[in-house]
């Protein structure tokens, strides 16, 4: 079994931490399955290699339509 300790006493941005998982090895196409399980509409997850400061990361992006709530 697998673990993953997250410390995140000062904080964690939800964006930052779904693309460190999908970087470590996590199932890109099992959160994409997972999203598609529930009942909103027009929400799409893409995912790509970025370069910031010199370093390599993963990006995870959710676009969703513009809503009141």
């Known amino acids: 079994m697998t673990v993953a300790w997250i410390d995140a006493g000062n904080g964690c941005g939800g964006d930052m931490l779904r693309a460190a998982l999908v ?3 996590g199932d890109f ?3 994409v399955d997972g999203l598609a399980r529930l ?3 027009d929400v799409r997850l893409t995912e790509q290699v ?3 400061d010199g370093l390599r990361a993963r990006q995870v992006v959710v676009e969703a339509p513009e809503t009141r709530h």
């Open 23 to 25: 970087d470590a090895g």
């Open 29 to 31: 196409a099992g959160m």
């Open 39 to 41: 009942p909103v509409d």
């Open 50 to 52: 970025v370069r910031r």
